[in-house]
C-alpha cells in the first residue's frame, strides 16, 4: 500500500517530491475503487504552504481537518 499526501490548503496530492496532476488524479481514484491498487491518503501542509502561512495558523487548519503537522 502507498501513501500519499493531500494538502489540505493548495489540495494537492503528492507521492514524495512528486505532485499529481487532475488526470492522474482522477485515474488513481478510478483504480482505487475497481480495486487495481491500494492507497492511504494523508492529511497535511506540504512545505510551501505551511513556510507561508505560519505555524500558528497551521494549527489551526488541523483542528479543522486533521492531519499531520
Known amino acids: 500500500m502507498k501513501t500519499l499526501h493531500y494538502c489540505v490548503r493548495c489540495h494537492t496530492l503528492r507521492f514524495g517530491e512528486r505532485t499529481f496532476s487532475e488526470r492522474e488524479e482522477a485515474a488513481l481514484f478510478l483504480s482505487t475503487r475497481l480495486g487495481i491498487c491500494e492507497v492511504k491518503i494523508v492529511n497535511e501542509l ?9 505555524d500558528e495558523s497551521a494549527r489551526d487548519l488541523f483542528k479543522r481537518y486533521g492531519g499531520e503537522l
Open 46 to 54: 506540504c512545505h510551501k504552504c505551511r513556510q507561508g502561512i505560519g
